[in-house]
């Protein structure tokens, strides 16, 4: 999840291609209707019930309406995802989700999506992804911590944040960076400075207060061009689900001898 951009696609990719490195078999679930194309074609996917593009053909929508039309109609036919999932109901899944952030946030639709693969006792794990070049601007991340937040709350799904994109920060950003990864509510309030309007400042020690009390949001970084960056997200993802537990024990591989020793 995350909003518009961030590389939820991308994340999908890179972590389909990794664990396919790593021999775990695993399926791509777009819930995109507007998406166009994958790199790894998805074995579940909501353009097979709807696409954005006849509901905004058919019913005159918008982008924004028309998705949101996509999603409630997936959850009218919710036996149609109910069936499509029996067949991976042993299997892990990546689900790839649109950017609209309200989906998440004020909308039950993500909600109800969860509830129905959970009725079906699959585990879940939120990923939220944000871009690491919010840190040049910290009033832009902190409104990104707090959708990551509300996403959290609103799902009530264990949950990872990620801040996406690092191979595009400079080595001074990257090394900045680790102050994020906690978010310290003096970041924002650091950077009031005399020109700020009293009441603006005001606001943000209250944000940054909320942020505070929840004392739940922290990110890890991701960085696709370096493998241990994608292995620590995946093993963290797997904690959350508890995958290693579940996997069966695997028989030890045959020794070969050699006959002439
Ligand atoms: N350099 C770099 N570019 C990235 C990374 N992740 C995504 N991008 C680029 O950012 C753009 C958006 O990436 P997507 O993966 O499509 O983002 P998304 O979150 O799926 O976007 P929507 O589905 O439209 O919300 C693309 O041009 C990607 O190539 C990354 O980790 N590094
Ligand atoms: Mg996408």
Redesign the pocket.
């Given at each position: 999840m995350?909003?518009?951009?961030?590389?939820?696609?991308?994340?999908?990719?890179?972590m389909m291609t990794h664990c396919q490195n790593i021999g775990r078999s695993v399926h791509l679930m777009n819930l995109?209707p507007?998406?166009e194309k994958f790199e790894y074609k998805p074995s579940i996917d909501i353009r097979d019930l709807i696409t954005l593009e006849d509901v905004m053909e058919e019913l005159q929508y918008g982008p924004n309406g028309g998705l949101i039309y996509c999603l409630e109609f997936l959850l009218n036919n919710m036996d149609w995802l109910e069936e499509e999932l029996g067949e991976y109901d042993d299997d892990y899944l990546i689900i790839?989700c649109?950017?609209q952030i309200e989906l998440y946030t004020h909308f039950p639709i993500m909600r109800r999506i969860c509830d129905c693969l959970q009725r079906m006792h699959f585990r879940i794990c939120g990923v939220y992804?944000l871009e690491s070049q919010f840190i040049e601007d910290n009033s832009k991340f902190f409104a990104g911590v707090l959708s990551a937040m509300s996403a959290m709350i609103s799902l009530e799904i264990p949950h990872i944040n990620v801040l996406?994109?690092?191979?595009?920060l400079g080595k001074v950003k990257r090394r900045e960076l680790e102050r994020y990864f906690d978010p310290d509510p003096s970041l924002l309030t650091d950077k009031a400075n005399s020109s700020m309007n009293p009441k603006f400042h005001e606001l943000n020690k209250k944000i940054v207060q909320l942020i505070d009390d929840y004392n739940m949001v922290s990110f890890m970084p991701?960085?696709?061009?370096d493998e241990n960056s994608i292995t620590m997200i995946l093993s963290h993802v797997d904690d959350s689900l508890q995958f290693e537990e579940d996997q069966e024990p695997k028989e030890p591989k045959d020794i070969e001898y050699d006959d002439e020793l």
């Open positions: 995350g909003p518009a951009g961030t590389g939820k696609s991308t994340y999908c990719a890179t995109d507007a998406a790839d649109p950017g992804l996406s994109k690092m191979d595009l991701l960085n696709i061009t």
